[in-house]
């Protein structure tokens, strides 16, 4: 057997074999006496036909066929052994030739290869995040209107109330953006009903519909700037209209930014809001689940800590992802195509299930859309590379730099998880002695301490000169654990 | 009665499981002959047709096979004569080996 390897641009190799005349033959008989089987030959029974009559009665194209299946199946397998390339996938058979003498021609996929390149002179300013004391406010306030005492009056609306109303919204200007905004309703439409056309139109118009919608009027609740001084004075079942215009460029109402708009509201009921005073009392009520109630002032630090910790923990995690993104820049990622493929298959059917769980499956969506699958395998082509070289570094970085989280520092996770559940700590401690579980979050753990690692390698913590010790890793670990508590 | 051709005599050939195993190992070759043929016929038209020489001719005929489907009975097969033909050690039909 004569085997050649040849690398091909794509990140596949292919496999040249030539195979003595002999192993075809006996390929060949052993296929005619797996196909004799399955065959009725008159004269003969079932599998007890001679090979020189197999072959006149079935013809040699598909003995040859069935051989060259088997034969190179197994040919595949030694080349393999032999060439000390690691696939990626299965391999497909390309060509064979059966003279002047039998060749075989395989097509593998390779294991992808990253080079990481100067991933140690990354460096990305950081910025850490900022709770100013409006975040603090905010987060109070709702605490504050959790506690609130509802009673339903039959005053006249007042601000600070909360009124439920039906409500209309129409525009009555043309959209700026029309183009896109209408395309989008339109495919949302068609889902639910065919006949679009005159429908869309109309309702474009309408931005909102709702029989029994509640609001909270205080300035910075109501769905528009001035509607709380709209409806100030009315009474239930009273019927209001009324026009207003949303301010230019804020961020806040989107796409309704700067429409003039049109509002119909009918109030339904009308209740008082009557907010705790804030003293200690309030910060005790809020707390009283636990062991020491707080006073006001130690629930303003708390609530500001928390709020920092999740600040801290969305800035950190974003400036990872900026620092991969820098990283996969410098890194050399080569995979092959049926990687890709892969990824997009796996993508399409994320898409399927999300779809379902809205009602239509992917196919329905093809209709409406109008896309076909392989419209659709192009368009999430760029999301499916990214991903795998996002993970391929990732990989890499997690190889590169020793990153490996022990047995131990699992079992101190699980207790540390498990603590939060009282009494159905052992349920859960059950739960995670599966072991896909505890892979699971071994690959959390990891995720998470290779992130600090890169997160710390851009910000110049780590000094060049250091070889990446396991050791270094475990702190590092151990930090982003309590982190994300 | 006119005499009959040595095209007609031979009908074909027999390959079936027996007959194969008789012409790999008895050098013995089986033909559906005319029922009205007779040995040195046989043997005359197996040699001249394939180029080889007979040493014996063994001839049988076939009964009808009789089938039946509830009161009616059918005709399966039709009567037959089959000829087992000998032939000189060396000698062979290639016919029987496509």
Known sequence: ???????????????????????????????????????????????????????????????????????????YKDALDQSEIEPYGPGSLEDFKAEPQPTFQFIVPLQPAVTLGDYRSVRVPYEAAIVDDKAVDDAIETMRERLAVIEESHQPVAAANRVTVSITGTFLDEDPAADEAETEAEAADAAEENDEAEEAESENKVFIQRDEI????????????????????????????FELTYPEDEEEFQNLSGRHVKFDVTVKKIETMTMPA???????????SEEKPLTLLELRIRTRENLQKTADERAQSEYAHEVLHEMIHQATVAFPEALVEDQIQHLLQHVDSDLRQRGITLDDYMKITGKTLEDLRNEYRGQAVETIQHSLVLQELTKAEKVEIDDARIDEEIEKVVAQFGEQADAFRKFYGRKDARENLRNDLTTRAINDRIAAIAKGEVSDAEPAPTESAAPASTESGEVSE | MAELH?????????????SSIQSDELNQFVFEVAQEANKIQIKEAVEVIFEVSVTKVN????PAKRGRRGRNWYMRSKQWKKAVVTLNEGDTIELFNP
């Open chain 1, 278 to 288: 804030l003293n200690d009392d309030f910060a005790a009520r809020v707390t009283e």
């Open chain 2, 6 to 18: 040595i095209y007609d005599v031979i009908r074909r050939p027999v390959i079936t499981e027996k």
């Open chain 1, 1 to 75: 057997m004569n085997i050649q390897t040849e690398r091909l641009e794509n990140h596949t190799a292919r496999f040249t074999v030539e195979v003595d005349n002999e192993r075809l033959e006996k390929a060949k008989r052993t296929a005619a006496g797996r196909l004799a089987k399955k065959v009725n030959i008159p004269g003969f029974r079932k599998g007890k036909a001679p090979y020189k009559v197999l072959m006149s009665y079935l013809g040699e194209g598909a003995i040859l066929e069935d051989a060259v299946d088997v034969l190179g199946n197994e040919i």
């Open chain 1, 214 to 241: 509640m609001f909270l009027l205080s300035p910075d609740r109501e769905p528009a700037p001035g509607f709380t001084d709209a409806l100030v004075g009315a009474t239930v079942d009273e019927r209001r209209e």
């Open chain 2, 59 to 62: 001839t049988m005929v076939m």
